[in-house]
């Protein structure tokens, strides 16, 4: 299975008035949460930021999928399938 960390931050005043005011959103995600799994590279490491083992593609995808059983499932973006041009890789 692997360790992994969780981390949350409330979201700024700011934040929250640039999506809501500027950009016309809602403001429904007040919090934001972060699970990090072991074995992955940090930012802007190596070759294109890659997973560097085998199913950590599938590790990320079944915790999103606890989550949205949890919190109930949004439409996210895969960066992990199709990593940006600056090897940034995650699950958004």
């Not at 074995?39 to 190596?46: D, I, K, P, Q, S």
């Not at 590790?59 to 199709?82: H, K, M, N, T």
């Amino acid at each position: 299975a692997g360790s992994y960390r969780v981390e949350a931050r409330l979201k700024s005043a700011a934040s929250l008035f640039e999506k809501v005011a500027l950009r016309g959103k809602r403001a429904d995600d007040l919090l934001g949460l972060r699970v990090v799994l072991d074995g992955y590279r940090e930012y802007g490491e190596a070759a294109g930021g890659l997973p560097r083992r085998a199913g950590d593609h599938s590790r990320c995808l079944a915790v999103r999928q606890v989550a949205g059983r949890l919190w109930g499932e949004v439409a996210f973006s895969d960066y992990i399938a199709s990593p940006k041009a600056n090897g940034y890789c995650s699950l958004h």
